[in-house]
């Protein structure tokens, strides 16, 4: 049986139309993909956004607490080492009068008189806790300079704890 030329015609029609109405759908969904992917993409670039804008916020605010964290810190340590120079001039004076009553200095010496009213405001509370053995030339082993040396430097270290402490950087959760 032979096909008429109208009948091929038609059939070509109907599969073209056919073809069309896939093709036309494939290219509906895949538009609508695109159009899902960039949305979905605008709104990743958003977030990514949002994340860098908080990140460099935050690496901002991390500068500015590190720097005001180093000013506290050198200023901690300049109390550190006024304090430690306080206390090892004290310990100079002590050892010096421990040194010249060890030696037998006379007491009308300028330096002496010097030396004893420079340490008298904190040698006061030792003043006599011991017995201070001397020899009839004048030399003087005085046990109660070296007691106020050795709570001197208890106080010492107690307060450079303290200040340990205190410089500490307390860290965040």
Do not use: C
Not at 63 to 88: G, K, M, N, P
Not at 131 to 146: E, H, K, N, R, Y
Request: charged share 20%.
């Amino acid at each position: 049986m032979p096909i008429s030329d109208d009948k091929v015609a038609f059939d070509e029609s109907r599969r073209l139309h056919r073809h069309g109405l896939v093709t036309g759908e494939v290219e509906n969904r895949v538009n609508a993909e695109i159009r899902a992917s960039s949305s979905g993409g605008d709104a990743h670039a958003v977030k990514i956004d949002a994340l860098a804008h908080h990140l460099r916020g935050k690496a901002i605010d991390n500068v500015a607490e590190t720097d005001a964290e180093i000013e506290r810190q050198r200023s901690l340590a300049r109390i550190r080492q006024v304090v430690d120079y306080l206390f090892y001039l004290l310990y100079g004076l002590f050892a010096l009068r421990f040194f010249l009553a060890l030696i037998g200095a006379r007491q009308g010496a300028g330096l002496v008189r010097l030396v004893n009213a420079l340490t008298a405001p904190f040698f006061a509370p030792f003043k006599g806790i011991l017995p201070t053995p001397a020899t009839d030339q004048g030399f003087t082993f005085s046990s109660s300079v070296l007691v106020a040396i050795v709570v001197y430097v208890l106080i010492h270290s107690s307060i450079k704890g303290l200040l340990r402490v205190v410089g500490r950087r307390s860290t965040e959760l």
